[in-house]
């Protein structure tokens, strides 16, 4: 037995997995509208083929073997990880992991319609189905009365528990909330009403493709879509796709989308070459994923060094809405606070607060005796609550994210771990790199190749506490998130310390 | 053991070929240009798993006990097909199999980037290996001294031989050249220099969508896109797409690639709901699929009865260029007769002499010692005997088609093959039905539906003659397309008899 017998596995693993991205990808961007009851079905049969094939009897043998044996770092992992995931799929019996795929493609289209109806009834049997079977399957994998959510958790972000996050949520209860506030309080009020004026669709994306390019998106192994909600997928490092989503009378919507996604997608690209086309060729976790995103989104592109050379360049594009706006009023524009219901438009500040909601919501269905008519309530009294607005329809209420219909659940938290670990590198490197200046000088190569060496091409092999350690010496630590939110929004808005 | 034992197996074999599809479309669509090599594994990986699915053991005790149940028609003919896949497979080892599509992926690419830099040079040695593979695959299936060629021929359209191709070409040749050469002695000239004047791409995109629809395409089940060769393909019977490929100096280029395209799309979109998912559920010839495209491309597209409530819509659309083009130049213009140098771009009498020029090129591959260094010259030289013309360079010479590098060798002659069904099955409906009349009024709706009682619906549960004898009473006849090319361009060109 030796390591090149797992490799036969492997290709028809990351094969597999890769088709059923591809179907995933061309359900969101191509596929005809009424295709998908039938093609449901191949994606039925190849998921439950991907399911079989990492669980094998044969793979199972091999992998214990192989845990002995003198392999590579890299090879180590995959074996770690591997083993890993079948303690995670093989307690799930292989026809209810089928039938459960087959739910969540129909749930995402059942989604995509109630939304657009404003119609929760229609999602809501398909979305108590998601949560029930992933209830269940949590409990399959339960030990030790660990909680049902910290299961899921563990998935996507290894390490975290509920009682950390509790502790992480609290403090920016206790910090952002008074911020908010004063913020609402002040006098300082900013303007961006030229934002929306309307911005030629097509302009957009030519602007759009041009700043992706400019932060690094490389179009030899990616290409840039449309989609109803932006996301980033991949079949491995050089073949990296980013959607956004494009509307006529925002500027700034697409532009964010766009330059957050090529966050994502930079991650994907910088992988090592060996590990491409393994289980752990890819990002380490959600909450490291969202913290290059975060990263490339917040602290970069909402930086003023980042616009000092590209502000002139986006007026000249959009002259007759822009010519008049100054360069401080845009700074101000795209960093102007404001509780709103949407999520993915949310500014900086207050975008953890939305997913606190979400966090708190998937805590009580899991352990609480939830009735799933009380959602929609339940999610606006929250709405007022933390934020002071309540949704008028559950199309911007509890309809508005994909995530439940897709069987993302426990997955919101690492919107806003990837926020605390984006601000703690960002604090590390501006110490010990020349990343301001690389900001302010477009050297994007540089700034790619540091996260390429000290996290991208690491793939899955450290989690995010091992890469954060070997990369600045410390632990998760959300108190540099605190600090940078604090530092900027006081500065923007005039406060008082 | 019963039937439903082995939808197991189909439903496994539909679903890789299904991907297999999708990879395929969306290398060609979208998928950016470096990602092929890595992505290569994965369609090297499902190719093996769906060759192992096909010939596994289990499947082919089944079938063979299957044979002998009391099955229905369309079961039967899984059964059938599914046999006499085998029998072609199973001679081939598997990892030749792999081999020999990883190699067709890489082949497409190479003679892409070939094509653009008139490099045969660097297609070659593919080229070679792709006709040596084929040669070997053939000999592995030779039985009873059957030339190797016709083995490979009735893949594509079974029942078909040597024999009865030449026999096909030598009456083509016959009666084609000569009314050729007429045509190009007579005083009667046709000006359609209207057609290469400037059209807007967006504005063709808007007809050419326009136009799939009236015909009968159905966008709930369908897409058309974009890609350097137009082709259809579909992954089940609600998703079917088709390509074109819009020339901004040239009109008639990518509106009739649109109808041919979405007259195989009808073809597809016909099938029906029970045969959708199986093997069997697609034409079931590639010479019927051609005879379906070449129905709506030619005698339809091509006909004045089709033009006269179009034609004024097309004029209005492009204004400055059509205005003063009257519509029987219009229909003079979209039927002239002029040899050129690209298949693709052919007009309707000159096409099959494209065909055979390649059909004689495979023949003489097959069987006799070839020195792949020469084919460019001999290429160029048959050009020159049957069109009278010689291509300048390789690009619009021998390496125009992709359908060598993609592996489809004897697929040829299925082009000549279905337009000769084509005006076969038009003869019949003409005298039967109210075809004209149809064409006439936009009735398409009826003429799909016609089509689709009496071809499309039964996929490949009959061959291309046993349609042909249950719609028409007749086999296979070439002499309504002789008779239809005749009556047709005599009149064009007011020749006499």
Redesign the interface.
Same mark, same amino acid.
């Given at each position: 037995m030796s390591y090149q017998d797992l490799v036969k596995y492997m290709?028809?693993r990351? %094969?597999?997995n890769? %088709?059923l991205t =591809?179907?995933e990808w061309?359900q969101e961007t191509? %596929?005809?509208? *009424? @295709?998908i009851?039938?093609?449901t079905?191949?994606?039925? /049969? =190849?998921s439950k083929?991907l399911f079989e094939t990492i669980t094998d009897e044969n793979v199972i043998k091999l992998l214990h073997e192989l845990e002995n044996e003198d392999l590579t770092l890299s090879q180590k992992s995959v074996v770690k990880h591997w083993l890993k995931d079948i303690e995670r799929l093989e307690q799930i019996p292989a026809d209810e992991y089928q039938a459960h795929s087959e739910l969540l493609i129909k749930a995402q289209h059942v989604w995509s319609e109630a939304k657009l109806t404003n119609n929760y009834q229609a999602f809501e049997p398909y979305l108590k189905q998601i949560f029930e079977n992933e209830k269940r399957f949590a409990s399959y994998r339960q030990v030790d009365h660990k909680p049902l959510y910290d299961i899921l958790l563990d998935d996507y972000e290894p390490g975290f528990t509920t009682k950390e996050l509790d502790a992480f949520f609290e403090q920016l209860r206790n910090e952002i909330v008074p911020l908010l506030k004063a913020i609402q309080q002040s006098n300082y009020k900013i303007d961006k009403s030229y934002n929306y004026k309307e911005y030629p669709i097509v302009k957009q994306k030519l602007f759009n493709k041009y700043i992706a390019q400019y932060i690094g998106f490389d179009?030899? &192994?990616?290409?840039i *879509?449309e989609s109803e909600h932006p996301f980033t997928t991949n =079949?491995?490092? &050089?073949? /990296?796709r980013i959607t956004t989503h494009y509307y006529k009378n925002n500027l700034e919507s697409a532009l964010f989308s766009t330059i957050h996604e090529s966050g994502h997608a930079t991650y994907e690209l910088n992988i090592a070459n060996d590990l @491409? =086309?393994t289980p752990i060729g890819t990002g380490t976790s959600m909450g490291m994923h969202e913290s290059q995103s975060r990263f490339y989104e917040n602290m970069i592109g909402k930086n003023p060094l980042f616009w000092k050379n590209l502000y002139p360049k986006l007026q000249n594009v959009f002259l007759n809405n822009l010519e008049d706006i100054s360069f401080d009023r845009f700074m101000d524009g795209i960093n102007k606070v404001e509780p709103i219901l949407i999520r993915t438009e949310a500014d900086e500040l207050t975008y953890p607060l939305h997913i606190m909601i979400r966090y708190e919501i998937e805590k009580k269905i899991f352990h609480e005796d939830i009735d799933y008519d009380e959602l929609p309530r339940l999610w606006n009294e929250k709405y007022q609550e933390y934020l002071g607005i309540t949704p008028k329809s559950d199309s911007e209420g509890i309809l508005q994210d994909i995530h439940w219909a897709s069987g993302s659940i426990a997955y919101f938290p690492s919107y806003a771990i990837g926020s605390a670990v984006a601000a703690q590198i960002y604090a590390y490197m501006k110490e010990h790199t020349h990343l301001e200046s690389w900001i302010e000088n477009g050297q994007f190569n540089m700034i790619k190749a540091y996260l390429g060496e000290h996290i991208h091409q690491y793939g899955a092999i450290y989690n995010t506490n091992e890469l954060l350690i070997k990369l600045t010496g410390e632990a998760f630590n959300p108190k540099y998130y605190i600090t940078y939110l604090k530092d900027k929004y006081i500065k923007i808005y005039h406060l008082k310390r």
């Open positions: 290709n028809k990351q %094969a597999l890769g %088709a =591809l179907f061309d191509t %596929a005809p509208h *009424k @295709s009851d039938k093609t079905t191949y994606i039925g /049969v =190849l083929e179009y030899n &192994c990616g290409i *879509k =079949l491995h490092n &050089c073949d /990296v @491409s =086309l």
